[in-house]
């Protein structure tokens, strides 16, 4: 392999007008593709498997048209001290909200009048307008949106308090500026490790170009993929990420063939060949990750797995192709202005007498591996301790900013209401197969009301055929609670009786049900999508590294780092330690989605380090190296660029920390601290302190392995061989024609 890349290093760079004029025209062309497709459609959420998604494909066919998975919103109103709702004027003032809202949107389906829906608290304090819409709360337009805040802001001028919540308040996000926020990171850090501006800036132009072939082309095919709008949201994240990185591992090996006095042309074959052959699998490792999400068996994140698989595929392509041809428009403009004038002078670049900072660290560690390798294993240990008391869900409204209204309107229905009102379960009676279908739902209010967690219990109406009905449940405590969980499982069993016993059905769903069942999946799903990824991406490594060790070594490394991020995560946002330094108002379950999508986005970036700062180990042993010596060649050439790819992805996942709603935030330092402890704990002390007990060991394979596995040739020994006994040929890569 590294000697094709090689060849087609040389290609391109001698090829540059052509390769970057091609990629240019690619961009315009996923450019115009983005720009002529219709408005994505949302396809919705759904939980193939689960109760609640049973129970919204029943209510889809037996109450046709009733929109079960359409947007809704609740205006609250809340009367001064000493008044109630109740009193005429403020009925007057909520009378003309509700011909407002009616009139506001055509995708408003229904307004309820709170006097007629029982929607006033028991001291009259407090009453609610429910709103709903015609569609989901991700196809809800701009106009509806602003009608709504319109409505309220008006109404709050009447001496009312007025807030708003519901998934149709919640307005579509636009993450640009974090991506920018990201970009700005990575080129002062760029710009700091090279010392150059142009060679700083060929990773962010290149990742910027693939990012944008691929989320431009995930939107051309929204709609004939049927992707929706949230397709792209991963993709952009792992896109840049990789993106950079990858540029930036070849950006700097090209540096360093050049010190070692090769030309412009022979170092960006040798850099694209060497280093473009750890690119190659890095990617691939990611790409398993990925699409490994298909374990999960969720089709919106399957969907958001394979379009990020395809990023990072561009990404790649890009760094073996368009970085060498960018790399021969700038010349020596990559090198910082003292190696330049070194160059001019004719002082050889590869041999300064300072002794850099990786390679002190390298040996620091190699005298003492034992203390090293202790520290940073129990270390990371205590700090996943909290993980044996993880507990996932989903936020609610309770979870957001005290600042926001849609949870100060969750805090009002909780206080006039009840802390479960604001998670209501919806119960879907089956009673085609009953003989009474109206006394098997009264059983089902009885049965239900005697359970201990449930607060309310109100029948709803039949459907037209008269088999089916819709029973409200309000819990006793809020939607996030174990004890609403254990509510609905308690349901659930009495449902088992009641078809023995009335030959009814009951299936629980709604969002409190739904976030419960979602839960459940991703855990069900975690242990078999860590062993997929782990395995296959062990398998990899096996195969690059031609050892057993090595990749057991990383793999056991991710584990740890991952497991000791997800223990400050609990600690911090389930349990509430240094809360008030993370804005966490109110500790709670972990979400459910963070420890598979933790995995997924981590372990794609751990392997890059791994990958990187190994195989120049690997390189250096197979040329003659000891194994002291390696690790020590490893670090000086590596350990700055894998620092400066760590700093910039841990800088990009901060900027989210500060984001004001507390799912973001936990994203963001999940994935901060996971990077952290995965690239300055586990790459830059446990892997160099393993392989220096290790020695030769950790090189180990057996022969009948050796031989069945095919040379890949990451550490680039035939490239070697072909070079010696082929010298430099300014026509070589007329060879890969025929290749």
């Not at 609670?481 to 009335?502: A, F, Y």
């Given at each position: 392999?590294?000697?094709?890349?090689?060849?087609?290093?040389?290609?391109?760079?001698?090829?540059?007008?052509?390769?970057?004029?091609?990629?240019?025209?690619?961009?315009?062309?996923?450019?115009?593709?983005?720009?002529?497709?219709?408005?994505?459609?949302?396809?919705?959420?759904?939980?193939?498997?689960?109760?609640?998604?049973?129970?919204?494909?029943?209510?889809?066919?037996?109450?046709?048209?009733?929109?079960?998975?359409?947007?809704?919103?609740?205006?609250?109103?809340?009367?001064?001290?000493?008044?109630?709702?109740?009193?005429?004027?403020?009925?007057?003032?909520?009378?003309?909200?509700?011909?407002?809202?009616?009139?506001?949107?055509?995708?408003?389906?229904?307004?309820?009048?709170?006097?007629?829906?029982?929607?006033?608290?028991?001291?009259?304090?407090?009453?609610?307008?429910?709103?709903?819409?015609?569609?989901?709360?991700?196809?809800?337009?701009?106009?509806?949106?602003?009608?709504?805040?319109?409505?309220?802001?008006?109404?709050?001028?009447?001496?009312?308090?007025?807030?708003?919540?519901?998934?149709?308040?919640?307005?579509?996000?636009?993450?640009?500026?974090?991506?920018?926020?990201?970009?700005?990171?990575?080129?002062?850090?760029?710009?700091?490790?090279?010392?150059?501006?142009?060679?700083?800036?060929?990773?962010?132009?290149?990742?910027?170009?693939?990012?944008?072939?691929?989320?431009?082309?995930?939107?051309?095919?929204?709609?004939?993929?049927?992707?929706?709008?949230?397709?792209?949201?991963?993709?952009?994240?792992?896109?840049?990420?990789?993106?950079?990185?990858?540029?930036?591992?070849?950006?700097?090996?090209?540096?360093?063939?050049?010190?070692?006095?090769?030309?412009?042309?022979?170092?960006?074959?040798?850099?694209?060949?060497?280093?473009?052959?750890?690119?190659v699998f890095a990617g691939l490792t990611v790409v398993i990750a990925l699409m490994g999400l298909a374990v999960?068996?969720?089709?919106?994140?399957?969907?958001?797995?394979f379009a990020a698989a395809g990023t990072v595929v561009i990404a790649v392509i890009i760094a073996l192709t368009?970085?060498?041809?960018?790399?021969?428009?700038?010349?020596?403009?990559?090198?910082?202005?003292?190696?330049?004038?070194?160059?001019?002078?004719?002082?050889?670049?590869?041999?300064?007498?300072?002794?850099?900072?990786?390679?002190?660290?390298?040996?620091?560690?190699?005298?003492?591996?034992?203390?090293?390798?202790?520290?940073?294993?129990?270390?990371?240990?205590?700090?996943?301790?909290?993980?044996?008391?993880?507990?996932?869900?989903?936020?609610?409204?309770?979870?957001?900013?005290?600042?926001?209204?849609?949870?100060?309107?969750?805090?009002?229905l909780s206080d006039g209401f009840g802390p479960g009102f604001n998670g209501p379960l919806t119960l879907v009676?089956?009673?085609?197969?009953?003989?009474?279908?109206?006394?098997?739902?009264?059983?089902?209010?009885?049965?239900?009301?005697?359970?201990?967690?449930?607060?309310?219990?109100?029948?709803?109406?039949?459907?037209?055929?008269?088999?089916?009905?819709?029973?409200?449940?309000?819990?006793?405590?809020?939607?996030?609670?174990?004890?609403?969980?254990?509510?609905?499982?308690?349901?659930?069993?009495?449902?088992?009786?009641?078809?023995?016993?009335?030959?009814?059905?009951?299936?629980?769903?709604?969002?409190?049900?739904?976030?419960?069942?979602?839960?459940?999946?991703?855990?069900?799903?975690?242990?078999?999508?860590?062993?997929?990824?782990?395995?296959?991406?062990?398998?990899?490594?096996?195969?690059?590294?031609?050892?057993?060790?090595?990749?057991?070594?990383?793999?056991?490394?991710?584990?740890?780092?991952?497991?000791?991020?997800?223990?400050?995560?609990?600690?911090?946002?389930?349990?509430?330690?240094?809360?008030?330094?993370?804005?966490?108002?109110?500790?709670?379950?972990?979400?459910?989605?963070?420890?598979?999508?933790?995995?997924?986005?981590?372990?794609?970036?751990?392997?890059?380090?791994?990958?990187?700062?190994?195989?120049?180990?690997?390189?250096?042993?197979?040329?003659?190296?000891?194994?002291?010596?390696?690790?020590?060649?490893?670090?000086?050439?590596?350990?700055?660029?894998?620092?400066?790819?760590?700093?910039?992805?841990?800088?990009?996942?901060?900027?989210?920390?500060?984001?004001?709603?507390?799912?973001?935030?936990?994203?963001?330092?999940?994935?901060?601290?996971?990077?952290?402890?995965?690239?300055?704990?586990?790459?830059?002390?446990?892997?160099?302190?393993?392989?220096?007990?290790?020695?030769?060991?950790?090189?180990?394979?057996?022969?009948?392995?050796?031989?069945?596995?095919?040379?890949?040739?990451?550490?680039?020994?035939?490239?070697?061989?072909?070079?010696?006994?082929?010298?430099?040929?300014?026509?070589?890569?007329?060879?890969?024609?025929?290749?």
């Open positions: 392999m590294a000697t094709f890349l090689y060849k087609v290093g040389r290609l391109t760079y001698r090829r540059r007008w052509l390769v970057a004029l091609a990629w240019v025209a690619l961009l315009v062309l996923a450019g115009v593709g983005a720009s002529s497709a219709g408005k994505a459609k949302d396809p919705g959420f759904a939980l193939p498997g689960t109760e609640s998604q049973q129970a919204f494909d029943l209510l889809e066919e037996r109450f046709p048209g009733a929109k079960a998975d359409g947007a809704s919103a609740r205006i609250v109103f809340k009367a001064p001290d000493g008044q109630k709702m109740t009193d005429p004027a403020h009925k007057a003032q909520v009378a003309t909200v509700i011909a407002e809202l009616k009139n506001g949107s055509d995708q408003v389906a229904d307004v309820v009048d709170p006097y007629a829906g029982g929607a006033v608290s028991k001291d009259g304090s407090t009453a609610y307008i429910s709103v709903s819409y015609s569609v989901n709360s991700m196809e809800v337009d701009e106009k509806a949106r602003e009608a709504l805040k319109e409505t309220g802001e008006k109404a709050r001028d009447s001496g009312l308090t007025v807030e708003m919540g519901g998934d149709a308040t919640m307005a579509e996000q636009h993450s640009s500026s974090a991506e920018m926020i990201g970009i700005a990171i990575a080129a002062v850090v760029l710009a700091i490790t090279f010392g150059s501006l142009i060679a700083a800036g060929l990773p962010l132009l290149t990742a910027i170009i693939g990012v944008g072939i691929g989320i431009s082309s995930i939107t051309a095919l929204a709609n004939v993929l049927d992707l929706g709008t949230t397709t792209g949201t991963l993709a952009m994240m792992i896109g840049l990420a990789v993106g950079i990185d990858y540029a930036l591992f070849i950006v700097s090996r090209y540096r360093a063939e050049l010190a070692d006095g090769h030309d412009r042309e022979e170092a960006a074959g040798r850099a694209t060949g060497t280093a473009g052959s750890a690119v999960v068996n969720i089709p919106i994140l399957t969907k958001m797995g368009l970085i060498p041809a960018l790399l021969g428009f700038a010349g020596d403009k990559v090198l910082s202005r003292k190696q330049r004038k070194a160059k001019k002078a004719g002082v050889p670049l590869g041999h300064s007498a300072k002794v850099n900072a990786g390679t002190r660290w390298a040996r620091f560690v190699l005298r003492r591996p034992i203390a090293v390798l202790a520290t940073g294993v129990l270390g990371l240990g205590l700090i996943a301790v909290p993980v044996g008391a993880l507990k996932m869900g989903l936020p609610d409204e309770g979870s957001s900013s005290t600042e926001s209204s849609q949870r100060r309107a969750y805090d009002l009676v089956d009673a085609k197969g009953s003989e009474n279908p109206k006394a098997a739902a009264d059983e089902v209010v009885k049965r239900v009301g005697a359970l201990k967690g449930a607060a309310e219990v109100y029948p709803g109406a039949f459907n037209k055929a008269g088999d089916t009905t819709m029973v409200s449940v309000v819990p006793k405590d809020r939607p996030s609670s174990p004890k609403t969980e254990d509510l609905v499982h308690d349901i659930r069993e009495v449902s088992d009786d009641l078809e023995k016993d009335m030959g009814a059905s009951v299936l629980v769903t709604g969002a409190t049900a739904l976030n419960i069942d979602f839960s459940q999946k991703m855990n069900d799903a975690l242990v078999p999508y860590l062993a997929l990824v782990v395995g296959l991406a062990f398998l990899l490594l096996v195969l690059v590294f031609r050892s057993i060790l090595v990749p057991l070594k990383a793999a056991l490394g991710f584990l740890l780092s991952v497991l000791a991020a997800l223990g400050a995560v609990v600690a911090v946002f389930q349990w509430g330690w240094l809360g008030s330094l993370f804005n966490v108002e109110q500790p709670g379950p972990i979400m459910s989605m963070m420890p598979i999508f933790m995995i997924g986005v981590v372990f794609g970036l751990a392997m890059d380090y791994e990958v990187f700062l190994v195989t120049r180990m690997r390189e250096a042993y197979v040329h003659g190296e000891r194994p002291a010596e390696a690790v020590v060649t490893g670090f000086k050439h590596g350990a700055r660029v894998v620092t400066a790819a760590a700093v910039i992805m841990v800088g990009v996942f901060a900027g989210f920390i500060g984001s004001g709603d507390q799912m973001v935030t936990m994203i963001g330092f999940g994935l901060a601290v996971a990077v952290i402890f995965d690239a300055f704990v586990v790459r830059m002390a446990i892997v160099p302190a393993v392989l220096a007990l290790l020695g030769h060991k950790a090189w180990w394979l057996p022969r009948w392995l050796d031989r069945a596995l095919p040379n890949v040739d990451v550490e680039g020994e035939q490239l070697q061989k072909h070079l010696t006994h082929a010298p430099e040929d300014p026509d070589a890569d007329r060879e890969l024609v025929r290749v």
